[in-house]
């Protein structure tokens, strides 16, 4: 909620604020009207949402493991895998999105009055209150590869590869039709990826998925071998660090996807449907775009693909732009409660 009354500021003020001449523009260029603005703010608004609609899911999860119907003491175990994971994506994005917000209105960001100061202050302490983020992050690995350890005994890679594909399927999403609904779209694309639309849903869906897949699954057989070796057992696991907070994170963005798929599918209203498409786009791109270097030397995507996944941002920023008032606006915070002297008329 910090992050969102944060960007809701942020872009109101952008939407006011009006910042050198130019042709046309004799009274200023309005500040969102900035590509490089746009791209400040408007991606996290796109990702704003996505951690919404997965937070939407972790309190349906909630309500099924903590209601009156029954559940199983693996549903309780992905319950918490699912909360560890959303505590530590939404804090660290609390703390990005709050920053680039109070940096996106200059020196007036940095002016109490205007709120921004107190919120950064206020989001600070969760990236390691009630959890260290990257503790937590471990947790999640930990939580999907507990259902694995029969398959790191396999022999052969084959069995591994099929365990994990039919793991990551039923992992947490399994209580909705979120996660089967990302398959279905994945398995689309995977026929011809190169030849479908950078805004293709089937394709954002092929590469969540496979980032979450192999990582998964190749974490899981160099745990194996790590317990093979000889030697420093904890140098040898504590080595793999990083790749275990990279499979959290794969997984996480892949909930958050199949998440926003799903609640986008249910509006009915065809306008707001288009815009919130475009948002989806938006967000899958940009998580695509910021492992690009993964997909890249995976043969996920080509180079002339990488490149243009850059182009597609800005262009789903221009196209987002006259909708940013209503997007701030569907984040919830009503304008009387934002507080912010930047605002005032």
């Not at 130019?22 to 990702?47: F, S, T």
């Not at 309190?59 to 909360?83: F, K, M, W, Y």
Request: overall charge neutral; some cysteine; charged content about 25%.
């Amino acid at each position: 909620m910090a992050a969102r009354r944060a960007l809701s500021i942020a872009t109101r003020h952008a939407l006011r604020r009006r910042q050198f001449p130019a042709p046309g523009r004799p009274e200023g260029v309005l500040l969102l009207d900035y590509v490089v603005h746009q791209r400040r703010l408007l991606p996290l608004l796109a990702r704003s949402y996505a951690l919404g609609y997965a937070q939407n899911e972790l309190v349906a999860a909630l309500v099924a493991v903590q209601g009156d119907a029954p559940s199983t003491e693996r549903d309780q175990r992905e319950l918490e895998t699912l909360a560890a994971g959303m505590k530590a994506m939404q804090t660290w994005f609390a703390n990005h999105a709050v920053e680039e917000a109070r940096e996106a209105c200059g020196g007036a960001g940095y002016m109490s009055d205007n709120v921004l100061t107190g919120l950064r202050g206020d989001v600070d302490i969760f990236a390691t209150f009630e959890g260290d983020n990257t503790v937590l992050m471990q947790l999640v690995t930990k939580g999907l590869l507990t259902d694995y350890r029969q398959a790191w005994s396999a022999l052969d890679r084959g069995g591994v590869v099929a365990a994990t594909t039919r793991a990551v399927g039923e992992m947490v999403m399994e209580r909705t039709a979120a996660g089967l609904m990302l398959d279905r779209l994945a398995a689309t694309a995977r026929r011809r990826p190169e030849e479908t639309t950078l805004v293709d849903r089937g394709w954002h869906a092929l590469m969540f998925e496979e980032r979450e897949r192999h990582s998964l699954e190749s974490l899981a057989r160099r745990m194996r071998a790590a317990g093979k070796a000889e030697g420093d057992a904890f140098e040898s696991f504590n080595r793999l660090g990083p790749h275990v907070q990279f499979v959290a994170r794969a997984h996480l963005e892949r909930v958050m996807l199949a998440a926003t798929v799903d609640a986008i599918s249910r509006v009915e209203d065809a306008e707001t449907r288009d815009v919130l498409e475009r948002v989806c786009s938006l967000y899958a791109l940009t998580s695509i775009a910021a492992d690009r270097a993964w997909y890249l030397e995976h043969h996920r995507i080509s180079g002339g693909r990488s490149k243009a996944i850059g182009d597609q941002i800005d262009a789903l920023c221009r196209e987002l732009r006259p909708h940013a008032l209503a997007l701030v606006e569907g984040l919830g915070v009503p304008a009387q409660w934002l507080g912010a002297a930047i605002l005032e008329d």
